[in-house]
């Protein structure tokens, strides 16, 4: 099987706007590598640190919004 890791972060980054708390940080219990693939993106902050949370970029917020939308709303 071959997994199509643009689909994983995509769906990654829409459900981190699901713990979205203090205007822009989320919950970082997500697979380590989607979240450094988001990193290298510009979609997060650094996911590696103490903190269990991690800043979404304005690009990544925006970027969440517009995915969950698209994957997760009702037409």
């Known amino acids: ?36 693939r988001l990193h290298e993106k510009g979609f997060i902050g650094d996911p590696i640190g103490k903190t269990k949370s991690v800043v979404l970029t304005e690009r990544g917020l925006a970027e969440a919004e517009r995915l969950f939308r698209a994957l997760f709303t009702k037409k």
């Open 1 to 36: 099987m071959i997994i199509d890791e643009q689909k994983i972060d995509e769906v990654v980054l829409a459900l981190l706007s699901l713990t979205l708390h203090e205007e822009r940080r989320a919950w970082k219990s997500f697979d380590w590598n989607s979240m450094n």
